[in-house]
């Protein structure tokens, strides 16, 4: 035998086997390198997605709106007290079942109503008596809730918080709660400099999510803007908008903040008697808050009681004569014929801010 | 050298004398809050009252605001306090100090009972006025004034419970209420408290002007009626004592 052939033959087997063994390795660690990569840029694709930076929490005035009503400047929203306000308005912690948040009933893609229901409902197996209004440009409004109950935006959340019928909780057992979780003493401690939870920061830390909720950019919005230009029936309906539906329903925000009694028959199941629930005046019975138009198209059903499925039944309810007390000011739109009730529809779907209701600011942190 | 230091130290000492004897003008005006029934004091969770109408009844919970607490001079008012939250229940929340300046003339006391519109409408609040306190209506924004909650045999509410909660700053119940107690002259200096006690009696916010029935009216929380028992508690204060009380030195 060879020896020395032998030997180097034994030598390139080996040395082959080594290599196929490294190869197969290396090969094994970067197929299985393939799904990490992808799961770690998942990741920073959902942090940059949720990340809120100082640019993100600066609120723009819209040009042409008026003077805000709540004054932003002295709550001065940071990054971390937005972050904070966000994770509890998604947050069921505030409820007394541990099952409802602000987001149940108040849902982005609505503008922050409850799409397709008439009423407000909460806690397991209860339902409310009113419908959930969107949550928009609310630095411009003087009194929140269908009657005005509520004087001042920092104190809002105390209402369906404490309400039986939606959070059913109560203000210092809430604050109990965050304080006993460490992940909330984090978020406070971030937001506010240490890990004191109070009311006042808890309310105001909902108040920083709240007044970033502008919606300002519309196709109508950007009309004004003369970036896009009406149809025909838009155009048209916007017009005959001004005319018969702006005594109330004025521009910008499509609302002016007073209360309307405008001859919708009483529920006599329900039996609310709206503002003069607040005011106690005779005058105020059957009178609601005029909502904002804005995103009307997403917050389908309609009024304080939701009684009216769409937009065709709201303009044909205001198209019919009643006998009922109503504001004098909805007497020009019963002459609307079917054809202008249209265009005014056409018109309303243009008040949808599309921007507004995928904002990623405002979507749900909790990734689903 | 060492007189030089000898100097120095008397000096350094002098100084710090001076300001420890400066400091020593703490709080020269102690209210004391002393909730009572009538003639006796409030004894809570105790079924051994009568209103008007001789109907038996206890007290469980008593709380209520005061603001724009003052003295008043002859020309003068000094402030005491801005706003305190009292509570029968808490001792502490009962005693008021403050430091006014030094006089021989003042001859009583002012506040509100109740808090005024501006402080309601002023969102989340801190201290007295955190919502925290139970003296906040959710769900209709403002302030409970005057909360007074017990039990009464005749009261035809559930449990029989009696719950008042007066509050209201605008139209229809405007309940904030205005209260001078007035006293024989004193003087107040730097180196005594003044302590004056005020009654709060219970039964003033169940009767005159108007008498409450617990079997008609157990229960006020919104604005029904709720002005007529500001009327009531409007009374409910009076100067039981004046005191002066050395400060140690």
């Given at each position: 035998m060879n020896t020395s052939r032998h030997t180097y033959s034994v030598f390139v087997m080996r040395a082959v086997l080594v290599a196929c063994v490294v190869f197969g390795g290396v090969r094994t660690y970067f197929l299985n390198a393939e799904p990490n990569g992808d799961e770690d840029e998942a990741a920073a694709a959902r942090e940059r997605f949720f990340r809120i930076d100082s640019v993100d929490v600066v609120l723009k005035y819209p040009e042409?709106?008026?003077?805000?009503?709540?004054?932003v400047k002295e709550l001065r929203p940071t990054p971390a007290g937005f972050v904070l306000g966000r994770s509890l308005f998604y947050d069921p912690i505030l409820s007394g079942d541990y099952f409802t948040s602000c987001a149940s009933c108040h849902q982005q893609f609505s503008a922050f109503a409850h799409v397709d229901h008439a009423l407000s409902h909460a806690v397991i197996g209860s339902t409310g008596f009113r419908n959930v209004p969107a949550l928009q440009n609310l630095i411009w409004k003087d009194a929140f809730m269908w009657d005005g109950a509520i004087n001042h935006l920092e104190v809002q959340p105390l209402a369906p918080l404490t309400n039986p019928i939606e959070l059913n909780e109560t203000l210092p057992h809430v604050l109990e709660k965050l304080r006993a979780d460490s992940s909330y003493r984090e978020l406070f401690r971030r937001a506010y400099g240490d890990t004191a939870i109070t009311s006042k920061r808890f309310l105001r830390a909902l108040t920083q999510f709240m007044v970033l909720m502008v919606s300002a950019n519309s196709r109508y919005d950007k009309m004004l803007r003369k970036e896009v230009t009406f149809s025909a029936q838009e155009e048209q309906g916007y017009r005959l908008f001004q005319e018969h539906c702006s005594s109330c329903h004025s521009e910008p925000l499509f609302s002016d903040n007073s209360y309307r009694v405008?001859?919708?028959?009483?529920?006599t199941a329900l039996r609310d008697s709206g503002r003069a629930r607040v005011?106690?005046?005779?005058?105020?019975?059957f009178a609601f808050k005029v909502p904002s138009l804005r995103n009307v198209a997403r917050t389908f059903p309609y009024m304080h009681d939701g009684r009216f499925r769409s937009l065709n039944a709201v303009l044909d309810f205001y198209r019919t004569t009643t006998s009922l007390p109503h504001d004098p000011a909805l007497r020009s739109a019963r002459a609307l014929s079917e054809r202008e009730a249209q265009d005014i529809i056409a018109f309303l779907?243009?008040?949808?801010?599309t921007s507004f209701v995928r904002d990623r600011r405002f979507a749900d942190p909790r990734g689903y | 050298m060492l007189r030089l230091l000898r100097l120095v130290c008397m000096i350094v000492i002098s100084v710090i004398a001076l300001m420890g004897s400066a400091r020593i003008s703490a709080q020269n005006i102690l209210l004391r809050f002393v909730p009572m029934v009538q003639q006796r004091p409030l004894v809570l969770d105790s079924l051994m009252y009568q209103n008007h109408f001789a109907q038996l009844y206890s007290v469980t919970r008593f709380r209520w605001y005061c603001t724009n607490v003052r003295i008043l001079g002859e020309s003068t008012q000094e402030r005491i306090a801005d706003v305190i939250l009292c509570d029968a229940e808490d001792s502490a929340s009962l005693r008021v100090s403050a430091t006014v300046p030094v006089s021989q003339g003042y001859s009583g006391v002012s506040f509100v009972i109740g808090v005024d519109s501006l402080r309601n409408c002023t969102g989340a609040q801190e201290g007295a006025l955190d919502p925290i306190n139970g003296m906040f209506w959710s769900w209709n924004s403002g302030y409970i004034f005057v909360k007074l909650e017990g039990y009464a045999p005749a009261s035809s509410a559930q449990g029989k419970k009696l719950e008042y909660h007066i509050g209201g700053y605008r139209p229809p119940a405007i309940c904030t209420r205005s209260v001078t107690l007035p006293f024989q002259t004193i003087s107040v200096a730097d180196h005594s408290t003044v302590q004056i006690d005020i009654a709060v009696d219970v039964a003033q916010i169940l009767t005159q002007p108007h008498n409450i029935n617990f079997q008609e009216r157990?229960?006020?929380?919104?604005?029904?009626y709720a002005q007529e028992m500001a009327d009531n508690y409007q009374d409910m204060f009076r100067i039981l004592a004046i005191k002066n009380i050395p400060l140690p030195r």
């Open positions: 042409g709106f008026p003077a805000p009503l709540y004054d405008i001859g919708l028959p009483a529920d005011t106690g005046l005779a005058d105020d019975v779907g243009t008040l949808t801010d | 157990p229960v006020v929380t919104d604005f029904r």
